[in-house]
């Protein structure tokens, strides 16, 4: 007797075949091992810093003038 293989589609039971059972498997567990090595190496993810749907406003590094630095290097270029 055959094995018969399933995968879950939002939320629903999916008969399918052997090798894309083993092919979405292999993929989860690549991704699984790719998030352990970024949280070994302290990496941050962008998809964090987007929380209520305000990406720019959340990486803006508001403690650092900008303009400041442009207008301060632009003169030093000049003299």
Do not use: P
């Not at 498997?25 to 970024?38: A, G, I, N, S």
């Amino acid at each position: 007797m055959a094995r018969e293989y399933y995968l879950y589609v939002r939320g629903e039971k999916v008969k399918v075949s052997e090798q894309i059972y083993k092919v979405y498997w292999r993929e989860r567990e690549h991704e699984k091992y790719l998030e352990q090595v970024d949280r070994k190496n302290h990496l941050l993810f962008f998809s964090s810093l987007d929380h209520d749907g305000h990406f720019v406003d959340n990486i803006a590094d508001e403690s650092v003038d900008v303009e400041k630095i442009v207008e301060t290097q632009m003169m030093n270029e000049t003299r």
